[in-house]
């Protein structure tokens, strides 16, 4: 995990409530990966940025928005919109290779 | 369209005992492939992947993985399993599209038995 960090490592969202997972790195990787784990279906792509001020929406984005101001950063907000929020929230960079790098993740629980 | 499939939910294999966890892709092109492995609440960590070169991969903590075009497999081995290894292993290939977007198989949940 060394060189990611995510926090808090768990959060507790009210309903209705907008919520931020930050996600910060010190790589210098270029691209951002959100990824969402659920028991028995892996790891689904929320959003994604190959560069600073550029996102991507990933297989599963609605009820959640992100930014991608620094290069260090590449905060999640899950919305009041996303209905069902209760995940593992995982946040990866790429370096200039192929591989993805993981930081220890976010849980998620809606009170 | 372009899938992962790890078609055993969980493996169980003694301690000493060779280990197999099992991945058949789905790609257009050439495949990219990686298998990580996750301890409980944490996140992935990466064991080894396959990008071009010679169909076994040696990896970390002793595995590898043998890339087979013909049966579009990518299995995961080990000959000697210890109990530590036991985790949530997952498969995942890059699509080929360009757009650095990876798929991730379902994950094995590897148990190994003293």
């Known amino acids: 995990d060394g060189g990611i960090t995510q926090s808090p490592k768990y959060l507790f969202r009210k309903e209705g409530q907008n919520v931020t997972l930050s996600c910060e790195q010190n790589?210098?990787?270029?691209?951002m990966y959100w990824y969402r784990q659920d028991p028995g279906q892996g790891l689904r792509l929320i959003y994604y940025s190959q560069i600073v001020n550029d996102f991507q929406k990933g297989d599963i984005a609605e009820g959640y928005s992100v930014s991608r101001e620094k290069k260090e950063s590449f905060p999640l907000t899950v919305t009041s919109a996303q209905k069902n929020p209760t995940a593992f929230y995982l946040c990866a960079t790429r370096q200039a290779g192929e591989t993805q790098y993981f930081g220890p993740g976010t849980r998620l629980l809606v009170l | 369209a372009q899938s992962v499939a790890q078609p055993e939910d969980q493996v169980n294999v003694a301690e000493g005992n060779p280990l197999t966890v099992k991945c058949t892709y789905s790609?257009?092109?050439?495949?990219?492939l990686f298998w990580y492995v996750q301890y409980p609440n944490r996140g992935l960590q990466f064991l080894l992947k396959y990008i071009t070169g010679d169909n076994l991969v040696k990896g970390s903590y002793g595995f590898e993985a043998e890339f087979n075009k013909s049966q579009t497999s990518f299995h995961l081995k080990k000959p000697s399993a210890l109990v530590s290894d036991s985790a949530l292993y997952f498969c995942a290939v890059r699509e080929s599209s360009g757009t650095y977007k990876y798929i991730f198989g379902t994950g094995t949940r590897l148990k190994v038995l003293a």
């Open positions: 790589l210098n990787h270029d691209a």
């Open positions: 790609v257009s092109g050439n495949p990219y």
